[in-house]
């Protein structure tokens, strides 16, 4: 049992990654962007492409996969947002689904549909902790995800973090200050989209990945995370992301192999945000802003 | 010499045109009011100031050359609105607010705390209150709020957008003498106001009617006004 609650964890540190994104994304928008997974499938593929199929050094990679998750970040910002702004979220949502299905459908022509495997960032064997074998990349991904985590809590309290959520509460006072809502809205995106490719890049390595590797599996537990987390706040998502991974992989321990229930992972995980949620409807750490 | 001189200004919403040639100057150092009733144009006017509206026609000159930047060059050269309406931050701390005002700014942070001392001094209520979310204070503490806010900047020309809205009499005395406060610092104002009680503090006083000046004369004048008392108070 330990060692499910291991694998959960690190596990978890994944949908951490990306409740972070999406976190960044609702308390500056009121967006549920549920492109955000797909930011990082374009930066594997990419990374992939460079690293593998052109035989480039690994750091070419990442920084090419990085910047094509950002371009996309810009692009999406300016291509679908930015008209979308005034229209109602709903809209923005589905608009944002559809990102993400266009990007999978784009990876699916590009690159085939078949099973890949990116290098990890640092070869060598697995870790013994609590029983359950971790890779050292598994061990990078939840080093970077408590950096990240910290480092958009700090953005939120500069001066530029902090027009990020002026502009949310009130546009017009925002522009009345000389806060510029364009700037802000690339920024926003583009960050998002960078803290997305980081969790793709890592995230490529632990297993094999194919096209839309980051949405099909990855989002909908990092948007429960993001919402047991309270939605809006940083340690919530990384307290989120690790608490659904440990959920999960206690309830495929518990459930599923003790008891033979089918579905145990996903049954888990949506009864502990069911749970939390009755208990405490603004999440684990909600509050305004 | 005038700091701000408006020309035969037109502008509207769309295609709906509110400011039908607005002509006004306002010197340097004083206290200019514009009054009118509700649709004159007067938040209009403040707006395509502050450059936020798009102008259809006319000119603005400011500090002797035309205006025509964007929101946060003005801010910069120093031409800051009090929105209507406060349009304070809600979620953010009183503090936060205060800082975001310093936004055009933020890189001089002597000149920063600076001008966060004179917004406490002005209204001290704000420096007991710092810690605490905009959104949970009093109208009149977020109206001192919106304004400390714009002095953060550090204007010169603080466009003030209906500071007495919603405020008692008491609460509306004590922001005009903020404001009297402020301009005595020499700070140039133009108020747009709904109640004529700010006549008597101004330098020169402005009525606007259907998106036009009508009368243009100095505070007590005007307050002595037949034509503004028909026009105004409809009567």
């Given at each position: 049992m330990g060692a499910f609650f291991a694998l959960g964890l690190f596990q978890g540190a994944v949908y951490g990654l990306l409740a972070v994104g999406i976190v960044l994304v609702y308390k500056a928008k009121r967006v549920f962007n549920f492109a955000q997974g797909e930011f990082g499938g374009v930066a594997a593929f990419c990374a992939f492409y460079l690293t593998v199929s052109l035989g480039l050094p690994y750091w070419i990679g990442v920084v090419g996969g990085l910047a094509a998750a950002v371009a996309m970040g810009l692009a999406v910002e300016r291509v679908i947002v930015r008209p979308l702004e005034s229209s109602s979220r709903t809209i923005m949502l589905v608009a944002l689904v559809g990102v993400a299905l266009f990007a999978i459908a784009v990876t699916v022509l590009v690159a085939r549909p078949i099973p890949r495997v990116m290098p990890p960032i640092v070869e060598g064997g697995t870790v013994d902790i609590l029983g359950a074998a971790i890779l050292p990349q598994q061990l990078i991904l939840l080093a970077v995800l408590a950096v990240l985590a910290a480092a958009m809590a700090w953005f939120f309290r500069t001066d530029l973090g902090l027009a990020v959520l002026a502009s949310s509460q009130d546009l017009r006072a925002a522009q009345v200050v000389g806060i510029g809502p364009t700037a802000v809205s690339r920024l926003v995106w583009g960050m998002a989209a960078l803290l997305g490719g980081v969790a793709g890049l890592l995230y490529a390595p632990v297993g094999i990945f194919t096209p839309g590797f980051m949405t099909f599996t990855m989002l909908v537990p990092a948007f429960a995370a993001a919402v047991l987390g309270g939605m809006t706040s940083l340690p919530g998502a990384f307290i989120g992301g690790l608490a659904i991974g440990v959920v999960q992989n206690l309830g495929i321990y518990l459930l599923g192999q003790q008891l033979a229930v089918p579905g145990a992972a996903e049954l888990s995980v949506f009864a502990l945000l069911v749970l939390v949620l009755l208990i405490r409807p603004q999440g684990l750490f909600g509050k305004e802003a | 010499m005038a700091l701000l001189e408006v020309a035969d200004l037109r502008a509207g919403y769309g295609s709906v045109p509110v400011l039908h040639g607005v002509t006004m100057s306002v010197e340097e150092g004083s206290?200019?009011?514009?009054?009118?009733?509700?649709?004159?144009?007067?938040s209009t006017t403040l707006m395509a100031l502050?450059?936020?509206?798009?102008?259809?026609?006319?000119?603005?000159?400011?500090?002797?050359?035309?205006?025509?930047?964007?929101?946060?060059a003005r801010v910069r050269d120093?031409?800051?609105?009090?929105?209507?309406?406060?349009?304070?931050?809600?979620?953010?701390?009183?503090?936060?607010?205060?800082?975001?005002?310093?936004?055009?700014?933020?890189?001089d942070s002597r000149r920063v705390r600076r001008n966060l001392v004179d917004v406490h001094s002005i209204f001290p209520r704000l420096e007991e209150r710092a810690d605490q979310p905009a959104g949970t204070l009093s109208g009149g503490e977020q109206q001192m709020l919106a304004i400390g806010r714009g002095l953060m900047a550090g204007p010169r020309l603080l466009l003030i957008d209906e500071a007495s809205l919603g405020l008692s009499p008491k609460l509306t005395e004590q922001v005009f003498e903020a404001v009297r406060l402020i301009n005595g610092r020499g700070v140039t104002v133009l108020m747009v106001e709904q109640n004529a009680g700010?006549?008597?503090?101004?330098?020169?006083?402005?009525?606007?009617?259907?998106?036009?000046?009508?009368?243009?004369?100095?505070?007590?004048?005007?307050?002595?006004?037949?034509?503004?008392?028909?026009?105004?108070?409809?009567?």
């Amino acid at each position: 049992m330990g060692a499910f609650f291991a694998l959960g964890l690190f596990q978890g540190a994944v949908y951490g990654l990306l409740a972070v994104g999406i976190v960044l994304v609702y308390k500056a928008k009121r967006v549920f962007n549920f492109a955000q997974g797909e930011f990082g499938g374009v930066a594997a593929f990419c990374a992939f492409y460079l690293t593998v199929s052109l035989g480039l050094p690994y750091w070419i990679g990442v920084v090419g996969g990085l910047a094509a998750a950002v371009a996309m970040g810009l692009a999406v910002e300016r291509v679908i947002v930015r008209p979308l702004e005034s229209s109602s979220r709903t809209i923005m949502l589905v608009a944002l689904v559809g990102v993400a299905l266009f990007a999978i459908a784009v990876t699916v022509l590009v690159a085939r549909p078949i099973p890949r495997v990116m290098p990890p960032i640092v070869e060598g064997g697995t870790v013994d902790i609590l029983g359950a074998a971790i890779l050292p990349q598994q061990l990078i991904l939840l080093a970077v995800l408590a950096v990240l985590a910290a480092a958009m809590a700090w953005f939120f309290r500069t001066d530029l973090g902090l027009a990020v959520l002026a502009s949310s509460q009130d546009l017009r006072a925002a522009q009345v200050v000389g806060i510029g809502p364009t700037a802000v809205s690339r920024l926003v995106w583009g960050m998002a989209a960078l803290l997305g490719g980081v969790a793709g890049l890592l995230y490529a390595p632990v297993g094999i990945f194919t096209p839309g590797f980051m949405t099909f599996t990855m989002l909908v537990p990092a948007f429960a995370a993001a919402v047991l987390g309270g939605m809006t706040s940083l340690p919530g998502a990384f307290i989120g992301g690790l608490a659904i991974g440990v959920v999960q992989n206690l309830g495929i321990y518990l459930l599923g192999q003790q008891l033979a229930v089918p579905g145990a992972a996903e049954l888990s995980v949506f009864a502990l945000l069911v749970l939390v949620l009755l208990i405490r409807p603004q999440g684990l750490f909600g509050k305004e802003a | 010499m005038a700091l701000l001189e408006v020309a035969d200004l037109r502008a509207g919403y769309g295609s709906v045109p509110v400011l039908h040639g607005v002509t006004m100057s306002v010197e340097e150092g004083s206290n200019a009011v514009l009054l009118g009733l509700n649709g004159a144009g007067k938040s209009t006017t403040l707006m395509a100031l502050a450059g936020l509206l798009p102008v259809a026609g006319g000119e603005i000159r400011y500090d002797g050359r035309p205006l025509t930047g964007p929101p946060a060059a003005r801010v910069r050269d120093g031409i800051v609105l009090v929105p209507e309406g406060r349009h304070v931050f809600p979620a953010l701390t009183v503090r936060q607010n205060l800082r975001l005002g310093a936004w055009t700014i933020r890189r001089d942070s002597r000149r920063v705390r600076r001008n966060l001392v004179d917004v406490h001094s002005i209204f001290p209520r704000l420096e007991e209150r710092a810690d605490q979310p905009a959104g949970t204070l009093s109208g009149g503490e977020q109206q001192m709020l919106a304004i400390g806010r714009g002095l953060m900047a550090g204007p010169r020309l603080l466009l003030i957008d209906e500071a007495s809205l919603g405020l008692s009499p008491k609460l509306t005395e004590q922001v005009f003498e903020a404001v009297r406060l402020i301009n005595g610092r020499g700070v140039t104002v133009l108020m747009v106001e709904q109640n004529a009680g700010v006549l008597a503090q101004a330098d020169t006083a402005f009525v606007m009617q259907q998106g036009r000046i009508t009368v243009t004369g100095s505070g007590a004048q005007t307050l002595e006004d037949e034509a503004v008392r028909a026009a105004y108070f409809g009567s």
